[in-house]
């Protein structure tokens, strides 16, 4: 159980043009998503958190405008990527929690990642 | 600011051999703490979740707490050349909303060699 889907899984584009990537909780209601970027050998950067319904919490040093993120149902969380440019180019990983009434013990169950290569 | 530091290594055992790997954190209120293993290219997994201070076994695999000293560690036996990845800790804090949002480390890397 507990599987969290994310598409594409790699996608190409061309600098100026959006990416959308989605990520979808199969078999449970993710209350919360994080969504996450990871560059060659550095380590997980957290972008932004967000709840189902309500707007997205976003990391200091993470453009809002840039990063569009929607949770309008419980089980689908889109991250679009506007205007790319090169130095976008990066692993973007969603993860999600079925926390309920705000449980501390749940792990993150995460997607598989996109690789977004911004030419 | 929270924090969760991990030795990014690389650390090499030979295969056979017992790995370890260690954590600390900042937050002394934090409850929750999780290893993942993520292989190159590829999103993290859930190796552990311990919650209580003491060890915790499965498998091959034993996480070891202690919450006055902030340390949590994650002991693998046997280690065999797939277990070759980058190991990320992670610790779970309340924010200031009520729900509890994870703070990983930088990761450490092992290399198992045969």
């Known amino acids: 159980g507990a599987v969290v889907s994310q598409h594409p899984s790699r996608v190409i584009c061309k600098s100026g043009t959006s990416v959308k990537i989605e990520c979808r909780s199969l078999?449970?209601?993710?209350?919360?998503m994080f969504w996450y970027r990871q560059f060659p050998k550095q380590s997980l950067m957290l972008m932004a958190t967000?709840?189902?319904?309500?707007?997205?919490?976003?990391e200091q040093g993470v453009e809002k405008d840039k990063f569009l993120i929607n949770h309008a149902s419980l089980t689908l969380s889109t991250l679009t990527v506007t205007s790319a440019h090169p130095e976008d180019s990066s692993f973007y990983i969603c993860?999600?929690?079925?926390?309920?009434?705000?449980?501390?013990?749940?792990?993150?169950?995460f997607g598989n990642g996109t690789r977004l290569t911004v030419t | 600011q929270k924090e969760v530091e991990q030795n990014s290594g690389p650390l090499s055992v030979p295969e056979g051999a017992i790995a370890s790997l260690n954590c600390t954190y900042s937050?002394?209120?934090?409850?929750?703490f999780f290893w993942y293993r993520q292989y190159s290219g590829k999103s993290p997994e859930l190796i552990m979740s311990?919650?209580?201070?003491g060890d915790k076994e499965d498998g091959r695999f034993t996480a070891q707490l202690n919450k006055a000293s902030q340390y949590v560690s994650l002991l693998i036996r046997d280690s065999q050349p797939s277990d070759s990845a980058t190991y990320l800790c992670?610790?779970?804090?309340?924010?200031?909303?009520?729900?509890?949002?994870?703070?990983f480390g930088r990761g450490t890397s092992l290399i198992v060699h045969p």
């Open positions: 967000s709840n189902e319904g309500s707007k997205a919490t976003y």
């Open positions: 992670a610790v779970n804090s309340a924010s200031s909303g009520g729900s509890y949002i994870p703070t």
């Open positions: 078999d449970f209601q993710a209350t919360t």
């Open positions: 937050d002394r209120v934090s409850q929750s």
């Open positions: 311990i919650y209580s201070n």
């Open positions: 993860s999600a929690s079925s926390w309920a009434d705000s449980r501390r013990d749940s792990p993150l169950h």
